[in-house]
C-alpha cells in the first residue's frame, strides 16, 4: 500500500501540471480495486479491515479531481447490490405458499439491497478526522453529480450522514468572540447570506448584543456545520445594513424585545439536504427564551432571492396587464417611455434606489408584486421562493416586507432591495407547519394581507 | 398527554401491588396508538413529532413489565412493514420490462422494507438521556425474548444501535481512582467477571500497576460501554486470586514486562450482539505499547466457563473410554470406587483443590481434557467455548492452561480451577483470524500441543 | 545533592527502625546548611536558587520526625532576623534630625525584620506540589510547637499562608457524588464532627437533598480545604441522628424550606488560625439562595463540646447552690442519693437517655445550664464555647437549644446529648458581629431566652 | 454608597468635558474617607469589610485621572504607617534589658511597619477581576509617580503584586491559532517589540514553525502577563524581516535546529519591575526541549534599543580619536565632508542602508562600536543596554551582532539596523549569571571577541 501511496503521490504531483491522470496506468487501478474488495470482504477481520479504509482514505486524498471521480465510478459501478440475487430473492418471495416463508424473504431482500459499498463508506469514520472526510467526500461527489451513475452512491452516502447527523447527536454550542480564532476565521469563510468583510465586522456580530449559534457533531470538533447570527434590538428591524453597522450603539441585552434572525449558513456542502437549520431555530428560539425573559419577537430578515428571477419574465410576459391604474399613473410619472412595463424593467437594472421620486414611484408596485410571488407563486404546493419555503414549512407566518431593505448589489438584484420578517411564536409553529404542509396554505400578517389587496 | 402520564403512573403503582395492569383499560392504549401514529407519520413536522416521542418515552418509563411488553407488541405489530405494498413493489419489479424500471423498483422496495417504527425508536434519542434509554428499551426487549413476534423489532433496533455505537463515534477513556465516585460505582456493578466486593478492592484494581479502560459514547457520558481490566506484572500471571490480592506488593509500571487483561465486561445489556471487545482489547494493547515500552507481552487470564457443562456429559459417556491407561492408574490411586468415571464426576463436586493428593492425581486428566475442549470441540466452525471462541477470533492464540488458578466457588464449578492465557501478538493477530475464520483451525502454543498429543 | 539524598534516605530506612538519627553524621548537616545558604542567598540567580529550593523539600520528606525538628531549628536559628542590623538601625533612626532621614531608617528597617529563611520558604511552593508541601511543614511544624523557638518561624509561615490562601485566591466547588473517589476519599478522612462511616453514608451525605461545598486552592487541586456538610429539609433539624439516616425519604430540594450546616471541617491541619469557615458559611448561603429561592432558613446543627468540661467542676464547686428548687425536686424523684449534685454527676456517665424517666428529669436543668454556658460563659469577652464563638463572630444568633439531639458517645460525653442551632440571617450578620465583638453581647432567639430566666 | 456612586458617576460625566473634578465637592471626599476607615479597621466583620472594598473599587473606577489621583494620595498619606507608634516602640526596644523583651519589641515593629492601607489594598482582589484591578491600580500609580508622596504607596503595592504574582503561582500556556480570538486580540495590542500589523501577520506567527508562549494567572485569565515569540529555523537567523516574512515557506518543526525568542514584551504595566521574563525563557527552552529533541540552539533575535543614543554623544565629544585609521580610510571614501566624525553621524540619520556603497563602508565602524558597547558601556557594574543587561542576568552570552538585521525606520533609529543574537545554553547559564552578577564579566563568543579586538 505504502508503494501505491507513494506511485499516486507522484502521478498526482505530474498530474497538477497537467500531463498525467493516475488512473491511466491499468497497475493502480486494479490495486486500488484489491484494497476495496478487501475492505468490503473484511478480510483478516474487522479491524484490518479498517485499516485498510484508512489507506485507502489517505490515498483519495492524494488524486486529482479525476482521480477521485473514477473512484467514486468504481464505487458506485462495481461495488452496488447483486442485482441477480435480488432477483432470485424474489422469485423465492412469488414462489412462498405461507407468511413465515414471505417474512423471511423480505428480511433477506432487506440485507441485499444494502450496497456492499455502503460498509467501506461506514469505515472511512475510522480515518482521523474520518467524519469530515465523509462529509468531503459527499461535497465532492455533489460536484460531480452530473454523471447520473452517481447518483445511487450520493443516495448511500446521504443515508449514512442523515443517520450519523441524526440531531440527537449533535450540540448547540455559541460561538463568541471568546472562541477559538480558527473556528472564527471558518465562520467568515462560511457565511453566506451576508458576507463577512473583516476581522472588525466580525467582531462587531459577536458584541454583546448579538449572538451567534451553531450545530457542532463531536467527532468533528471546531467545524460548524450550520450557524445562525442573531440580533437583539429594539423594534423588528427593517433594514440590513443598519443591523451590521460597526458604528451603531450597544444596547443591553436585558433592555432588547426582539431577536432577529438575520443570517444562517450552512457551513458543510457535504451535509446538502440534512436539515438541520429548522432544529437550529428553534433550539436557539428556546434558549433564548430562557436566558432573556424580555425578548418578545423572535423573527428573521430574510432575502427574497428568487423575486426579480420570477417577476421580470412575468412583466415581459403579461406586460400592461400586470399592473393596476394607480400603479400605471404612479409609474408613468417617471418613466418617460411608450412602453411602461419595458421601462420599469430597464430601471430595475439602474441605481433607482437612489433616486428618492423614483423609489417612491417603485415602491407600491415592488412591495405587491412581491407579496404575491411570496403567498402565490409556488412549485408543486410549495412556496416557490426557497427562503419563504424553509422558514414557512418550520412553521413561521408572514410578518411584514421591507422596503429598501437591503441595496448591496446583491440584494437589489436579487430581491429589488426587499426584505422580509418571517416571525416565529412558538406555540404556532406547531398549527403554521401543518396548515402549510397538508393545506399548502400560508399564514400572513394583516399588513401583508393588505398588500394583496 | 399530562393526563395520560399521571393514569399510568397512577394505574403503575396500583399494579407494582399486583393488582392492574395499565394497559387493560382500552382507552389509554387507545391514546398510546394515537401518539404513536402522531410520531410515525410526523404530523406537525419534525420538531413537534420529537416532542410527542419523548412524551411517550416518559410514559414508556412509567410503565410496569406488562406494560412495556404490550407497547413494544404494539410497535411489532402494528408498525411493521406493509406487507401488500411489498407484494405490489414486487409485482412492479416481475412486471418490468428494462433495468431503469426494475432498479426503480429496487429503490422503492429498499424503502418500503424499512417498518414505519424505526422512525419512531430513532427519535426516542431526543430524550434527556435518550442514548441510555435506546439501550435501556433493547435490554427490555432482550429479557422479553421469548416472544417470536419481538425479534423483528429487535432487529430493527439492533440495526440502529450498531451504526449509533460504531467505534468511530466512541472514546477510549482510562478509568483511575480519580474517576468519579458515581462511575466508579458502575463499575463495581457491571463487572461480570470477577466480583468487584467493596471500595478497597476496586481502589485496588485502580493502583499504580493496575490500569482500567473503557469505550465510551459521547453522548451517555459516565456510563462505560464495555471495560478491561489490565494489571502490569512481571511474567505471565497463572492464578487469579494472586493477582487480586490486595496484600500484593505494587510494582512500578515501568519495571513491568507483560499485561494481563484479567477481566473484560459487557457493560450494557442492550448493546448484546454488537462487538466491541475486539476493538478495545486492540486499542489497549496500543495504548500501553505507546506509554510503557517496557511491555513485550499481552495476555489475558481467562475463565473456561464451558468445560465442566461440555466435559461431564462425555465422561457419562464414555466412561473409562475416555481416559489413557495412564491417567486411569492415578485416578485409582485416589478413587477408591470401582467405577473410576462417576467417582471422577462425584469428586469434581467436592473440594478436592484442598488436598493435595487429589489434586495431582487429576491434574494431567484435566489439563488434557481441557486442551482437548478449548481445541477441538466446536460449535459449526468455530470454539464451543465462548470466552476461547471470541479471543480466537480476534486473533489471539492459545497460550496456557493454568492449573489451580481460580479455585472461587464460580472458578470450580465453571472451569474446575483451570484458566486460560490468550496471547495477543500485534503481528500475529491478522494472520490468526484469517486461519481460524477460514479454515477454522486455531494457533496454539507448543506447551499446549503437548498437553494434546 | 543526589548522594546527600540517597544517604539520607538510607539513613532514614535505617531510623524507622529505631536505630539512627539522619542528623547524628555531621557531615550531612553540614551539607543541608550549605544548601540552605545557597538558597537564601540566590548564588547563581533566582532559577538554579529555586531549584536548590525543590532539592532541599525533597530531602525534607525523606527525612524522619526528628530529622524534620531538627531541619526546622536550623531554620528557626540560624536564618532569623540579624539583632545587630536591627540595632544599628535603630541607632540611625535615634540619630536622625528629620523626618527624611526617619522614613528612610523605617524603610530599612521594615526590609530588616522580614528573616532571610522567608525567602526559602517562598521559594519551597516550586516543589511539584509545592503549596501543598508549605501547607503540610506547617503542619508539621505545629506538632512540634512545645519547642519555644519554632514560634517565630511559624509566626513566618504563617504569614505567608495568610497570603497564599487569602480568600482572594481560592474557589468554591460543590462536591457531589460525580465528584473523584480519590477527593471523596480525602472527605471521609478530613470530617472532624460527625464520622463518615463508610461509602454508603458518604453518598446519602451527597444524596439529592443534600449539599457540601469546599474550598479549594488553583494550586492544590484535589485537596479541599475547608467544607461544609448541608441537608435540605423542612423544618429546623432539632437531631442528628434524623439527619444522617441514610433510610431516611429524600426530599425535593425545590421543596426545602430550610438549610441546616451540620458539619464543618478544617481538613488541612496546617492552616491553622487562617480563618476561612467564615467566609465558606456566607459563600455558602449565598450560592443556595440564588439557586434555591424556596430556602428561607439557614442553620447550624452544631455540638456544644465544652459543656460537660465546663458544668462538672462547676457542679462539684457550687453543688445545690447551682440548681433551682424545681430542678432539685425533679432530680430527687430519679437520684436516690443524699448528695444530689454528686448523683447528678454519676448519673451523667451512664447511659441515661435510654431511660425516659431519667431524661425527663435532667431535661430542665441540663437545658437551663447549657443556655447559661454558651451566653454566659466567657473567655474574656469572648464565648467559652469555641463553636459557639466561632459562630458569633460570624454574626449568627442563638436559635435553640436541642434536647437529646446528638445521643452518641461522643455526643452524650462532650454535650450531655445537646445540640444547637445556630441562625444565620443575612441582613442581620454585620450588626450581630459588631454587637458581640464590640460590646461582647450575644443576640439569641426568645425560646433561649426563656430557659435563662 | 449607591448615592455616592451615583454622584460620582455624574460628576466624572461632567469632569469628562472638562468642567468638574468630583472631588471638589468636600462632601463626596468625607464619604470616600469614611469608607475607607471602615474597611481598615473591619467593621461588621472580615466580610463587610470586603463588601465595602469592593464598592470603593467600584467608585475609583468612575473617577477620572485626577480624582484617582487624589484617592491615591488619600492612601498614601492618611493611611500610612503611625511614625509615633513606631517611636514608642523603639524607645521600648532601647530600654529593653534582655533578650526577650528585645524580640517583643520587634515583633511589635513588624506589625507597626506595616501600613494600615496594606489591609484595602489586599481587599480590592475580592472585586470581579480583582487581580486586574490591582495590577491596573499600580499601572495608574506608575503613571503618576512624578509625585514624591505615592512612591511608598507603590512600594506597598509591588510588594503584595510580588508575593501574588509570585511564578509559583503561575502557569505557562501555549498560546496558538487555536487560542480565543479576545485573547490573540490582546496579544497585538500587548506586543512591545515587534508591531503586529494585522490579524494574517498574527496568523503567520502562530503558524506550525512558530510558538508563542504566556504566563498566566489562575484569577486573571484571558490576560497574559508577559509573553514570547519563537520562530523554529535552521541557522541563527540574522534578519528580523525574513523572519517575519509571510511568504517565507514554512519548515517542519521537526526538522528545525534551532529556536530563536525574537520577541518578548511584558503585558501589564502594573507588574513593572516584578521580573518574569527570566522564568519564561527558561521555561520555553525547557518545554520545547521536551517536545523537540531536534533542537540544538537556543538563541534570541533582540534589538540593541541604546545603541545610538551612546554612540552619537560620543562621537561627537571624541571625534577621530574614536576612529581607527582603516575605519577613517573607509569612511573617507564615502563620507565627502572634512569632519568625518560629524559627517557619519548626519549619515546615520539618512537612508544609507539602501545604498550598498554606504552600507559596506559604515559596517566595519558600527559593528565594531557595537560590540564596543555592548560588552564594555556600563550602568554601574550592569551592561548599560537594557536588552542586553536582561539576558546576561538570564545567564545568555553574546553569542553575534546582525548587520543589517532590522532596517524598520524603529530599527534604524535605535540600533543603526543592527540585531543581537544572545544564546542561551541551560548547563552554561549558572555559571553565566555569577560570573556576571559577581564579576560583572559577560561571556561573549569568539567572533564578537574579533569584532573588539
Redesign the interface.
Known amino acids: 500500500m505504502k508503494n501505491l501511496l507513494d506511485k499516486i503521490k507522484r502521478a498526482v504531483r505530474i498530474s497538477l501540471t497537467g500531463k498525467i491522470d493516475p488512473f491511466l496506468k491499468g497497475e493502480d487501478k486494479l490495486h486500488i480495486k484489491k484494497v476495496i474488495r478487501k475492505c468490503v470482504l473484511a478480510?483478516?477481520?474487522?479491524?484490518?479491515s479498517?485499516a485498510r479504509a484508512i489507506e485507502l482514505g489517505e490515498t483519495y486524498l492524494n488524486l486529482n479531481e479525476n482521480g477521485r471521480k473514477r473512484f467514486m465510478k468504481i464505487l458506485s459501478w462495481e461495488y452496488d447490490?447483486d442485482?441477480k440475487q435480488?432477483e432470485a430473492i424474489?422469485d423465492k418471495?412469488?414462489a412462498a405458499d405461507n407468511a413465515e416463508e414471505?417474512?423471511k424473504a423480505?428480511?433477506e431482500?432487506?440485507t441485499a439491497?444494502i450496497p456492499p459499498r455502503v460498509k467501506l463508506l461506514?469505515q472511512f469514520?475510522?480515518l482521523p478526522d474520518?467524519?469530515k472526510f465523509l462529509v468531503d467526500f459527499r461535497g465532492d461527489l455533489l460536484r460531480m453529480k452530473d454523471d447520473p451513475h452517481l447518483v445511487?452512491l450520493d443516495?448511500d452516502l446521504k443515508n449514512i450522514l442523515s443517520?450519523?447527523f441524526?440531531?440527537?447527536?449533535l450540540d448547540l454550542q455559541e460561538i463568541t468572540?471568546?472562541?477559538?480564532?480558527?473556528l472564527?476565521e471558518k465562520l467568515m469563510k462560511y457565511e453566506a447570506v451576508h458576507e463577512i468583510r473583516s476581522?472588525t465586522d466580525l467582531?462587531n456580530r459577536l458584541d454583546s448584543d448579538r449572538r451567534c449559534f451553531a450545530f457542532f457533531h463531536?467527532?468533528m470538533p471546531?467545524e460548524p456545520l450550520i450557524f445562525v447570527e442573531v440580533a437583539l434590538v429594539n423594534e423588528i428591524s427593517d433594514n440590513i445594513r443598519k443591523l451590521l453597522d460597526e458604528e451603531a450603539v450597544t444596547i443591553k441585552p436585558e433592555n432588547a424585545d426582539t431577536a432577529v434572525f438575520y443570517s444562517i449558513s450552512n457551513a458543510q456542502k457535504g451535509l446538502e439536504g440534512i436539515?438541520l437549520g429548522?432544529?437550529l431555530i428553534?433550539r436557539v428560539v428556546t434558549e433564548l427564551s430562557k436566558k432573556l425573559k424580555n425578548l418578545k419577537h423572535f423573527v428573521t430578515l430574510s432575502p427574497v432571492p428568487g423575486f426579480r428571477r420570477w417577476v421580470e419574465p412575468l412583466i415581459l410576459l403579461e406586460g400592461e396587464g400586470l399592473l393596476k391604474p394607480s400603479e400605471m399613473m404612479s409609474l408613468k410619472s417617471v418613466i418617460k417611455k411608450r412602453n411602461i412595463p419595458k421601462g420599469l424593467l430597464r430601471l430595475l437594472d439602474t441605481e433607482w434606489h437612489l433616486n428618492p421620486a423614483l423609489a417612491k414611484a417603485l415602491k407600491p408596485v415592488l412591495m405587491r408584486l412581491c407579496a404575491d410571488y411570496l403567498v402565490n407563486a409556488r412549485k408543486g404546493t410549495r412556496a416557490l421562493d426557497p427562503v419563504a419555503n424553509f422558514h414557512l414549512?418550520?412553521?413561521a407566518r408572514i410578518e411584514r416586507i421591507n422596503w429598501l431593505a437591503d441595496t448591496s448589489a446583491k440584494g437589489l438584484e436579487q430581491s429589488a432591495g426587499m426584505m422580509v420578517n418571517y416571525y416565529y411564536k412558538l406555540s404556532e409553529?406547531?398549527?403554521n407547519?401543518?396548515y402549510y404542509?397538508s393545506e399548502s396554505r400560508i399564514n400572513i400578517s394583516k399588513d401583508t394581507r393588505k398588500l394583496l389587496s
Chains 1, 2, 3, 4 share one sequence.
Not at 478480510?43 to 484490518?48: F, N, V
Not at 468572540?177 to 480558527?182: D, E, K
Open positions: 478480510k483478516g477481520g474487522e479491524i484490518s479498517r447490490i442485482h435480488i424474489i418471495y412469488k414471505r417474512i423480505e428480511m431482500l432487506s439491497l461506514k469514520i475510522s474520518g467524519f445511487k443516495a443517520s450519523w441524526d440531531i440527537g447527536l468572540w471568546g472562541s477559538s480564532a480558527s472564527l476581522w467582531k463531536n467527532k471546531n436539515h429548522n432544529f428553534k414549512r418550520n412553521g409553529i406547531e398549527k407547519h401543518e404542509i
